[in-house]
């Protein structure tokens, strides 16, 4: 089973940037897709990037296309994502999460991620 803990939310002002980091521990974490999605208050979980095993291929949503980017260190089983131009619509709660599946696919789905950490708390101020 594998386990996966956020770490690097944080409260910043508009336009500035964080780095969200995902530590995951397991025996599967390499062999297939993980990413992180978000939920603010009152709003459904939405995919915000995700990585694909073996080739790195990377999907994220035109909302955060060009500011977010998304990687991982396979020999470390972390994933991180950078957080620039940060705006107050990008406050929620982050969560990390492992797929059943080694393709993220074009718009992954919560329902196909098997794992997921506790969440990491973004807050952008304007």
């Known amino acids: 089973q594998v386990e996966l803990v956020e770490s690097g939310g944080g409260s910043v002002q508009a336009g500035g940037s964080l780095r969200l980091s995902c530590a995951a521990s397991g025996d599967t974490y390499s062999d297939n897709c993980m990413g992180w999605f978000r939920q603010a208050p009152g709003k459904e979980r939405e995919a915000v990037a995700h990585?694909?095993?073996?080739?790195?291929?990377?999907v994220l949503p035109d909302s955060v296309k060009g500011r977010f980017t998304i990687s991982r260190d396979n020999a470390n089983n972390m994933v991180y994502l950078q957080m620039n131009s940060l705006k107050p619509e990008d406050s929620a709660t982050y969560y990390c999460?492992?797929?059943?599946?080694?393709?993220?696919?074009?718009?992954?789905?919560?329902?196909?991620?098997?794992?997921w950490g506790q969440g990491t708390q973004v807050t952008v101020s304007s």
């Open positions: 999460a492992a797929s059943k599946y080694p393709a993220c696919g074009g718009a992954p789905r919560a329902i196909n991620f098997n794992v």
């Open positions: 990585i694909s095993t073996g080739d790195g291929y990377t």
